[in-house]
DNA sequence: TGCCAGGGCGCCG
DNA sequence: CGGCGCCATGGC
């Protein structure tokens, strides 16, 4: 389990002076006991829009509301900037899912393959993908980011996220639903969304209205009601609707497929995968797979 | 210059 | 329900 080895208030680093703006000292956590968690693996796999890196040890970005860095100089131990201790336990080792012990969860994923050769596999994705760790993100906001994600990449994800929060965030922050839901499809299109515009408006009014609520989708244990709750948003479709209950609400069991997927499991399980034997933890083989086919294999 | 991006919808057979 | 064209935009 993750702990905290040291908290003080430090002076910025030349590295970070431009992204905490200038501030004098800020407060910051040494945590020990992170295990494999990598900090390049789990901010670049492309399922958080808001962070990027500032060198090669260190991802600065924007989450809740808070500006952080994460810089890791040494396995298992994490330097948190502008994160103080009480901000560590309330918010940020479950954001970190530092919470989770991934030694377990890898070798669960292992012994859940039904034969030798398939073990060898999973195996291999595992040591490739070693260090991910899927982020509790804001719910909300993995909505709409994954709204946009839909037939775009990366860099123009970030462009449009930034602008909306620029545009109707509070300083800085994700917008509210209601803040897009005044917004109207047009402005939204405005930001060059592309035919997203429309899509990202359903979902904040639906929100917005209360006619979805995200607090009963966070706290529900059926994942087909939640699936099924998302998806009547216009522009959430089965792929969207799994990256956002995996990386927005914590539902583990998640299984996005997407072209990667698809050409991982006909390349190494041609006989068939059964997502259901792994449970719980499917997404996190998910993302093991396709971090293997996409940055090694590929 | 074109192809394509961590898709989904509407329509068609 | 499986396949396919379309949707807006800009990164590469």
């Not at 006991?33 to 796999?45: H, I, L, Q, R």
């Not at 499809?185 to 035919?195: E, K, M, P, S, Y």
Request: aromatic fraction near 12%; hydrophobic fraction near 40%; proline fraction near 4%.
């Amino acid at each position: 389990m993750a702990y905290i080895q040291n908290e003080s208030f430090f002076p910025v680093p030349e590295h970070l002076r431009t992204f905490f703006d200038g501030a004098a000292e800020i407060p910051c956590v040494t945590v020990g006991g992170c295990g494999s968690f990598s900090a390049a693996k789990t901010f670049d796999c492309g399922q958080a829009f808001r962070f990027d890196p500032v060198n090669d040890v260190t991802f600065a970005g924007t989450a809740f509301g808070c500006r952080i860095a994460v810089e890791q100089t040494v396995p298992g131990t994490i330097h948190l900037y502008n994160v103080s201790r009480e901000q560590f336990e309330l918010r940020w080792r479950h954001y970190l899912a530092l919470d989770e012990d991934y030694d377990a969860i890898d070798r669960f994923l292992i012994d859940a393959m039904p034969n030798e050769r398939d073990r060898a596999v999973m195996t291999a994705a595992v040591e490739a993908g070693r260090g991910i760790r899927i982020l509790r993100q804001d719910p909300f906001e993995t909505l709409i980011s994954f709204i946009v994600s839909q037939n775009n990449n990366i860099p123009r994800i970030k462009k449009i996220i930034r602008a909306l929060c620029e545009t109707y965030g509070e300083n800085g922050s994700f917008p509210t639903p209601e803040a897009l839901a005044d917004a109207g499809v047009d402005n939204l299109f405005a930001l060059r969304t592309g035919f997203r515009a429309k899509y990202i408006h359903d979902a904040a009014c639906r929100v917005a209205s209360g006619e979805i609520n995200l607090d009963e989708i966070l706290s529900c244990d059926d994942y087909n009601v939640c699936d099924a709750a998302l998806r009547t948003i216009r522009g959430v479709g089965p792929k969207v609707s799994a990256c956002v209950l995996l990386y927005g609400f914590g539902k583990t069991e998640a299984f996005p497929v997407d072209v990667w997927i698809k050409k991982s499991l006909e390349r190494h399980f041609p006989d068939g995968f059964d997502v259901k034997s792994l449970g719980k933890y499917a997404g996190i083989a998910q993302q093991y797979l396709f971090y293997y086919e996409r940055y090694i294999n590929g």
